[in-house]
């Protein structure tokens, strides 16, 4: 039995309520205990949201931001374990090439696809997506579009990653060691860590190094060959900082990094009524020495795909829960290096500062798609897709800020980018298995049966390899932006009323995209299908600010802010197959840029003699042109259309407690109303429609308590969070259901000595077993769909040294 809408309303309402009392009760405790010195006030943080340093309570915008002490206290591994304290915070953790999920921020997910791009981020200034925190100073989140100061790919927001600078004065020497189990993962994940300061000319010219490498056994098994496989990761990072006077700053960083993962990432819960099965007769005069039939054997009836095709005996000692059953396992690697260079210069000329910010990286990836043996050859012979891939990217930021006291501050710049994509005509190869049986099954199958004809023989013809059957070649992807915005800033005194700050900023940007690809063989058909286009767009996007402090300590702000994607090209062309599927009408060979407004009113500051540090934000965006990923399900393909258009609306509300001076208290909460206001049926969505992987609501408490053991410092802290049920897909079924879910997790740590901390920490400590994405592939249900689970981590004990000398 379902609630009505109305008795819905009401357990928000209630559960907004909840959450208000439980801040406030701890902050009117603060409040009674203000005329002792009892209770410390909470700190000042500084971020630099728009590009210079300023106090959070200052910036018009709701902002998340999270320390160093945080980040080592917490033992947040990556930036995604920053994501479930933040609310409004949406993070599926499926579809990143690092294993990881992308961050979904007021509810802009956009379609049934796992990776929207709704969310950019920025590495000390450069937009690079780097998740580990080891050696970083500072995250902030920054909600809302971002379009002036940060351009495309920010329409959720944008996540900065400061990380720490040389020091020039002091040599300094950290690391850490982490040692790791999870509840059913075999082994103990172990991870290193390692920084060197060193002052080279005395507060003129340093170099700091840091790295990490850590790796992973998979959790998951392939009951098909024993296979779990291994995830692998490293990095380091060099910067070098010269400062030859006090105004003038240049920092020259390189950064690489290693990453390996053969593991599986979900779980197959398939409970198909029916699988393939080929009957071979040997016959010497067949084409492969067999005659091929078909016949379809039932599967036990609740029995999930891996217990049915490895007939009911799993491998190994692993639990049934974590299998799936593959002929050909996955695997995927990338490396990239990448060179930065900042340049900060004080008073370039009176009351003007400038800054750029630059980089180059050399990307390459490569990797294999073991699960098309399923779905297109439905388990009866080994087929597969191997990945090539390789870009040089250059990135330019320059800017010219004002510096002086006075009621006016602005800031102009100009920014470029271009992506280059390697020609290649290994870009994507199929292959099928070599043995004639294998063989006499595929010509059966996708010649005789489907119509497709003989990929041996397809091979041998057009590859001179009677291995291949399908290639995707690269001869040309070039992207570039250029763009040019300014923000302006003026204050109004008002007297005994504070102060009112109006900002007003404009960005233009300018598009260009050229693709020519290739693609031929089997799904193809007897020519190959050339893309050639060369296209792009331009465009302007607004913001509008209003700032009221009525004192220091205190800020109501509005916004209305503009953002956007940028657009692109789809590419290859969509196969020959494909041309009677439901979906192809809605393809075209170059999709634009959608379009996002944002209207907002926002509160923040400190309450209680600043006992209390809260903020807090409601808005309303308007999505139009909607850039979703549409599939066709008849040839596994998809293509990006503008498709759609959608409304969201949602609070956010976090806040800060000094109850003592040794007890903190977090409480963070969202709500968010994302929805559909088109029909498009190629998503099979309808005006309404709830948005895919948006949870109504999540949330976030802590108690951080400092404590003194056997005379020296220690802390403890205990976290529970938590999120509404989401879907993965519109046209939903049960199984595209997360449901909600919450965890508890425990930490604590004691100073062992001037130089050394060690720290133990207990997620997820009463092994709550929940679903963070869950997806079936095909919307009905044949014997080859796929009915994916991905599960949070279960109960993790991680203990962690932490040194510095």
Known sequence: ?????YTKAGLYRSLMCGVAIATLMPAAWAQTESDSDAVTEIEEVYVTARKKQELIVEVPMNIAAVGAEEISKRNLINKEDVYRSIAGAAAPGVGDISGRGQLILRGLSGGNDATPNTTSTFTDGIPLNFSDLYDVERVEVLRGPQGTLYGSNAIGGTVRIITKKPDLSEMSVGGSILFKTEHHRPGTEVRGYGMINVPIMEDKLALRVSGSSGSKAGKIINVYNDHNGEEEEKFIRAQLMWAPSDTTRVNLSYVNQDFYDSTYQAVDVSTPSYYYEAILTANPDAPYGYDVAFD????PTGASRPECKSGGNIMGDYNPEFAVWNLVDNYTEYNMDVFGLTVDKDNLIDGIDMSYAGSYRDFTTSGRQGGWSRFDANDMFRTWILDQDAYDRWTHEIRFQSNSEGPLEWTVGAFYD??????????????????NKSRAIAAYLWGDYWGLGDPTQIGIDMYGDPTKN???TRFETNLKELALFGEASYTFDLGDSGKLEITGGLRYYDLKDKIHTEVSGIWVGAEP??????????GTRKKVSVNWMPNQEFAVFGIYSEGYRQGGNNGPTAPNDCANDENIDSYVDRYS???????????KGFLFERKFQFSS???????????????????GFSYTANAASARSRGLEFESTTSLTDTLKFLANFSYTDSKMTSDVEALGAKDGDDMTMVPKYNFYAALDKELEIWGREGSVRIDVSGYGKYKSHFNVKDEDIS???QIVNLSGGIQVNEYARISLHVNNIFDKKAVRYARSRSRSDWSGNTLSEFYIDERTVALRLDFNF
Request: hydrophobic share 30%; glycine share 2%; charged share 20%.
């Open 418 to 435: 271009e992506i280059d994509y390697a020609p290649s005509d290994s870009w994507q190869w199929q292959y099928h298995a070599s043995d």
């Open 593 to 603: 840029s959608d379009k996002i407004k944002n209207y907002e009113l926002g509160m």
């Open 470 to 472: 399908y290639n995707a």
């Open 739 to 741: 449901p909600a879910y």
């Open 529 to 538: 299908s050339v893309t050639r286009t060369d296209d792009g767009e331009n």
């Open 296 to 299: 379809f054997p039932n599967c």
């Open 1 to 5: 039995m379902y609630a009505s809408s």
């Open 617 to 635: 934000a409601v808005y309303q965006i308007d999505w139009t042109d909607v850039q979703t990923s549409v599939y066709m399900p008849s040839c």
